[in-house]
């Protein structure tokens, strides 16, 4: 029985697109997201396992609405106020990361101002940041030239958009994105 597990194993370890490329093997990766709906959560999940990374959800203290209309109406408020609304727990230490995924719903054309409080707690110098987000038609909007803009000392990678609706069944998309990136074989 332990012979089959350790073949079963060492066969899906094996399994094309799911190996390192060179340039990122030894790099430790940060899978950083927020999900309000759990379709960015199940992206990030998918990304994390591909990437071998660790994983950070960025959570509110105050949880958003769960009906659709009254949490877009809420995101538009809180862009135009500047909201920061405060968050549950953060990173000790964001220095061991070499590159950092970032995943959000896309809300009003970028990331989310539970995001924005996440993005402003670190010193991002230095470091590759790889956007991701969910969408229902808007895709990755302005959220690039966001992260550009507030992290000029960054390297910032070619995003993905994956619409909501697609999100729990995008693992060819992913596949697709991060060997463009060269990121996986």
Request: hydrophobic residues 35%; positive net charge; contains cysteine.
């Amino acid at each position: 029985m332990k012979t089959k597990i350790i073949l079963i194993t060492f066969l899906v370890l094996l399994i094309p697109g799911i190996q390192l490329n060179a340039q990122i093997t030894g790099k430790k990766i940060l899978v950083a997201y927020f999900s309000h709906s759990g379709n960015t959560r199940a992206v990030a999940y998918d990304i994390c396992k591909k990437v071998d990374g660790e994983s950070f959800e960025i959570k509110t203290v105050k949880q958003y609405p769960a009906d659709y209309n009254t949490v877009v109406k809420q995101a538009k408020q809180e862009q135009k106020s500047d909201y920061r609304p405060e968050l549950k727990s953060r990173l000790k230490d964001i220095r061991q990361y070499d590159v950092i995924f970032i995943g959000f719903p896309n809300w009003w054309g970028t990331y989310p101002q539970a995001v924005k409080v996440f993005l402003s707690q670190y010193d991002f110098s230095g470091k590759t940041i790889i956007p991701f987000c969910t969408h229902e038609g808007s895709e990755l909007g302005r959220s690039v030239a966001d992260l550009k803009k507030l992290f000029p000392k960054s390297h910032i990678r070619e995003g993905l958009a994956i619409r909501g609706s697609a999100a729990h069944n995008s693992d060819r998309q992913i596949n697709e994105w991060l060997k463009k990136l060269k990121i996986i074989k």
